[in-house]
T-cell receptor, first 116, second 116 residues
Framework: DVKVTQSSRYLVKRTGEKVFLECVQD?????MFWYRQDPGLGLRLIYF???????EKGDIPEGYSVSREKKERFSLILESASTNQTSMYLC???????????????FGPGTRLTVT | AQKITQTQPGMFVQEKEAVTLDCTYD???????LFWYKQPSSGEMIFLIY??????QNATEGRYSLNFQKARKSANLVISASQLGDSAMYFC?????????????FGSGTRLQVQP
């Protein structure tokens, strides 16, 4: 079974702190994603990576950066946390496929981040 | 641009009854994939079912079926014989490979509550 793990289920940080959210997958997937989930907005893509050291901005990258130094690990960084970054953060991974979208993404359990 | 619309923020269903969760999508590309995910209160996203735009038949997975109406651009999820464990958030999502976007585009979700 594919497993995607995230370093914390719950995290409380103060405004201005640097925050690291870690994600690890064990299925040798090329693609890894960070989404943010807010009520009424569904999941929105922050960043994704298609290979080691490769990354692309998603729909809402402002205030975030990412790092992928190893294939299995994808980190989301909040350089200076703000209260509007309080949210649920979900990591996902998937294989590469150029078929008609026929690959699923596997998600981690999520990290609920509160910035006070 | 790709867009997924879920117009039902919340739904109630009696145990053992069938329920339909609505999803409409918008894309001008002929090749795309549609997904449904379930998110229980634990937070983890669980893949339920996939439908490709060129698939001739509606997808089915156990008690889940996808009512795919291409002309209407709808991809409704039908859950037969609802169980208490079906209470969760349900998200419809889409991927359009030819846009180069590897991530999924999600709707805002529907919260389903199954009543005994």
């Amino acid at each position: 079974d594919v497993k995607v793990t995230q370093s914390s289920r719950y995290l409380v940080k103060r405004t201005g702190e640097k925050v690291f959210l870690e994600c690890v997958q064990d299925m040798d997937h090329e693609n890894m994603f960070w989404y943010r989930q807010d009520p009424g907005l569904g999941l929105r893509l922050i960043y994704f990576s298609y290979d080691v050291k490769m990354k692309e901005k998603g729909d809402i990258p402002e205030g975030y950066s990412v790092s992928r130094e190893k294939k299995e690990r994808f980190s989301l960084i909040l350089e200076s946390a703000s209260t509007n970054q309080t949210s649920m953060y979900l990591c996902a991974s998937s294989l590469v496929s150029w078929a008609s979208g026929a690959y699923e993404q596997y998600f981690g359990p999520g990290t609920r981040l509160t910035v006070t | 641009a790709q867009k997924i619309t879920q117009t039902q923020p919340g739904m109630f269903v009696q145990e053992k009854e069938a329920v339909t969760l609505d999803c409409t999508y918008d894309t001008s590309d002929p090749s795309y994939g549609l997904f449904w995910y379930k998110q229980p209160s634990s937070g983890e996203m669980i893949f339920l079912i996939y439908q490709g735009s060129y698939d001739q038949q509606n997808a089915t997975e156990g008690r889940y079926s996808l009512n795919f109406q291409k002309a209407r651009k709808s991809a409704n999820l039908v859950i037969s014989a609802s169980q208490l464990g079906d209470s969760a958030m349900y998200f419809c999502a889409m991927r359009v490979p030819d846009t180069g976007r590897r991530a999924l585009t999600f709707g805002s979700g529907t919260r389903l509550q199954v009543q005994p």
